[in-house]
């Protein structure tokens, strides 16, 4: 009943690996594995492919394999983990072009609900009114909610522009090391 049947072939130990990433970067992920090795594992269930259609969220978990005899593997696991930090620091690069917009922005906008709101007191709780004082607080109040979007887009750009050769450097990096384990492994 139960039959053994040999195909003529070796057994082939695997490790695994999971990476999850960003939807945007998972076909720079699996060109780069490749590189050292892995390739997508195709023994999943049909409800969990190995590089899914459709990412939930903006996030894709990747399931690789490969050899775990594999010729020159710690030289491959230096150059992944080098891959991999690249990958960080390009992250971080893409992350700091609007974080400091995003500070100075939220900083502007809470200046201009402070004075709108010394404005509001002014109005209610003085006796006399003094609307002369209520004016002088509302106009900054009012350009303080203005200015925070216009404010966050010129901060943007600005970085944008001192990252984007940073990246770049990071990407050439990523190619030379891709390079190397694809020697490596051919």
Not at 12 to 24: A, I, L, N, P, Q
Not at 118 to 131: C, D, H
Request: contains cysteine; glycine residues 6%; charged residues 20%.
């Amino acid at each position: 009943m139960n039959e053994v049947t040999r195909s003529g072939k070796d057994y082939v130990g695997y490790e695994y690996k999971t990476v999850t990433t960003g939807s945007e970067k998972v076909s720079m992920y699996v060109d780069a594995y490749a590189n050292f090795g892995w390739t997508p594992d195709d023994s999943l269930p049909a409800k969990q492919p190995a590089i899914p259609a459709r990412p939930l969220g903006n996030t894709v978990t990747l399931k690789l394999k490969r050899d775990r005899k594999i010729l020159n593997k710690a030289e491959l696991t230096r150059l992944q983990q080098h891959f991999e930090a690249c990958m960080d620091e390009i992250a971080a690069l893409e992350k700091s072009k609007t974080s400091a917009g995003i500070a100075y922005a939220q900083a502007v906008g809470l200046a201009g609900t402070a004075f709108m709101a010394g404005s509001v007191m002014a109005i209610t709780l003085l006796e006399p009114v003094k609307i002369l004082l209520c004016v002088m607080l509302a106009v900054p109040g009012i350009i303080g909610w203005a200015i925070p979007y216009p404010l966050f887009q010129h901060l943007t750009k600005k970085r944008t522009a001192e990252v984007a050769p940073l990246i770049e450097q990071k990407y050439d990096e990523i190619h030379e090391i891709c390079e190397k384990g694809n020697a490596l492994i051919h």
